[in-house]
C-alpha cells in the first residue's frame, strides 16, 4: 500500500506561483507512474501532468504546458508540480495519485490540497 500526502496549496494571485509536494509513504514510489490530477468546481476531473517511475518521461495537458512542471525525487519518496503563471483557470483541488507500471489505472490517491487563484 502507498499513502499519499499533497502540500503546498493555498490562495495566490493571477500570475503568482505555488509549488505542490507529495510525500509517499507504505512502500517507494521508485517503481511507480506518478500523476497530479486536479477537480475544478462543476467539472470533470482531470489528469494535469503524468512522471515515469525514473522521471525521464512526463506528459502535461495542454492547458498546462510550458507553466507547470512535474518532478520527482525517488530518494525522498516525494513528487512535485511547479505551477507558475497561475490563472483562474487553474483554481482545484489538486490529487497526487500513484500506479505501477504493470497496471494502467491509479490506485492510489491522496487527499487533496487546494489551490485557487484570484484575479
Known amino acids: 500500500q502507498v499513502q499519499l500526502v499533497e502540500s503546498g496549496g493555498g490562495l495566490v494571485q493571477t500570475g503568482g506561483s505555488l509549488r505542490l509536494s507529495c510525500a509517499a509513504s507504505?512502500?517507494?514510489?521508485?517503481?511507480?507512474?506518478m500523476a497530479w490530477f486536479r477537480r475544478a468546481p462543476g467539472k470533470e476531473r482531470e489528469a494535469v501532468a503524468t512522471?515515469?517511475?525514473?522521471?525521464?518521461?512526463?506528459y502535461d495537458t495542454d492547458s498546462v504546458k510550458g507553466r507547470f512542471t512535474i518532478s520527482r525525487d525517488n530518494a525522498k519518496n516525494t513528487v512535485f508540480l511547479q505551477m507558475n503563471s497561475l490563472k483562474s483557470e487553474d483554481t482545484a483541488v489538486y490529487y497526487c495519485a500513484a500506479r505501477t507500471v504493470f497496471v494502467n489505472e491509479y490506485l492510489y490517491w491522496g487527499q487533496g490540497t487546494q489551490v485557487t487563484v484570484s484575479s
Open positions: 512522471i515515469s517511475w525514473d522521471g525521464a518521461s512526463t
Open positions: 507504505g512502500r517507494a514510489i521508485s517503481s511507480h507512474v
